[in-house]
């Protein structure tokens, strides 16, 4: 991809922007009392009720049930694996909307920052995620990132990968869908992006998932441009 | 207005975050070739470009016409105007768009950077405009005001003073309508956000119509709280 042939860039966010990993792992042992003596980790729940998330929105994308925020299917998926895991019992309501909270505040890759102001120099910069509007606008806020604007597929009431979420944005922004280039570290993402007509840059997280389970990886993935750290896709970029 | 009853700040922005009246008529003066020579004057066109604002949103408000961008409802405005004004003929398609394209770009009052900053550490401030959301993202980015996010009517398909726009601001924060401090110069804005349940800051603009024209007056507009500066409304709260 060209410098000048996009004028937007928008982000991913959880996994992209964020760790939601460890963030959403340390949440879970901070609220869930005694969640290690269980038998049962931590980790795996974070990693399990991350695994609900794309299913879960692909029956919101594929409109066998109208739309829900993403706050809502959050939870529905965290209650079934509090009796999946066995905790039901140990973990309440309010400590239930905390770790459905927790989504809200997550710590940012160590490139992001000072990546996001060089790229603002010559592009809008944007988020854009599956995140509800508010859970995006608190989490950015919380990270110190700083985005042009907070871009959310809540706007298109569906989800990416559907099309809709990605024209909405660069409707929203008033240009063509391929003056904006979509960072994402999933492959999902990427090729939702390239079907709704956007340019691509995949950018490599090898840690998004934890220590134990791979990551989408560039080799599997077509996109116009492929990089490891933010500042690499601002060089690229020629900021 | 307690500073705990709130939870987010929504500012109104031409006039009471950016001085529209300072920048649109140097942007005629800019762009229209001789326009004090022809015995007009960019100030009084752009005065009457901004009389235009308000009634062209009406029609869309009131269902009379189908939702349309502000920007388009900005050039059915200038291209009446050039003919009221007698400068149809010397002003070309490319001119009337960088004309439009002016409302993108516009000075920022003295106090507002500073200010977002004191009332950003405390609350969510947001944007809420009845520019267009590509418009707004510009004006933000190119004035260095960091907003929290960027909100415009343009979500709510309909114009403030539509109760419809405030509510969904709030509805996409994720708070009541009463968590919500509509900050805005203009008395209809306020009388708008308070019938949508909003709490209003009304902040003094006198200059904001230019030298020769009354702005709204505190002593006219019911508010929760009535302030001269951002600096002001941001010691009222506590910040």
Known sequence: VNADQVDVLAFDVFGTSVDWWTGITRRIAEVVPGIDALGTDAAALAGAWRDRYLPSMARVRDRERPWTPLDALHRESLDDLLEVFGLAGRVDERARRELVRGWYRLPAWDD?????????????????????????????????LRFDAILSSELARTYKPDPAVYRTAAGLLGVEPARVLMVACHGWDIAGARAAGLRTAFLERPGEKGPDRPADRAADTPSDLAVRTVDELATALGC
Chains 1, 2 share one sequence.
């Open 112 to 144: 992001l920052a000072g990546g996001l102001e060089r790229l603002r120099g010559r592009y809008v910069v944007v988020a854009l995620s599956n995140g509800g509007f508010a859970l995006l606008t608190h989490l950015a806020k919380d990270a110190g």
